[in-house]
């Protein structure tokens, strides 16, 4: 089993920013892809950003360049850096860790950019 928990969110205002942290504990593997997924209110779950143990990363278009994911493989941690906050990012972040075809999610973290 693998258990993730999320943290960082909160109300923010356009232009600001955030930082998300995404810890793992128990069955986390020493090859593994984690990623930050986000779901807005009548919207699909959408993936955000994702980096693999070597620090390789992926970025969904609407954030390049204001959105860094990065990790620290010794704690087993996932972060995400969001500068440049805009209204259309508000969701619920989730984070996720793939493995073995299960998709394990936190219960995600709520961000409110709102002026």
């Known amino acids: 089993q693998v258990q993730l928990a999320e943290s960082g969110g909160g109300l923010v205002q356009p232009g600001g920013s955030l930082r998300l942290s995404c810890v793992a504990s128990?069955?986390?593997?020493?090859?593994?892809?984690m990623g930050w997924y986000r779901q807005a209110p009548g919207k699909q779950r959408e993936l955000v950003a994702r980096?693999?143990?070597?620090?390789?990363?992926a970025y969904a278009d609407s954030v390049k360049g204001r959105f860094t994911i990065s990790g620290d493989n010794a704690k087993n941690t996932v972060y995400l850096q969001m500068n440049s906050l805009q209204p259309e990012d508000t969701a619920v972040y989730y984070c996720?860790?793939?493995?073995?075809?299960?998709?394990?999610w936190g219960k995600g973290t709520l961000v409110t950019v709102s002026s």
């Open positions: 128990g069955r986390i593997f020493s090859s593994y892809t």
């Open positions: 996720n860790y793939p493995s073995f075809g299960v998709d394990y």
């Open positions: 980096i693999n143990r070597r620090g390789d990363t």
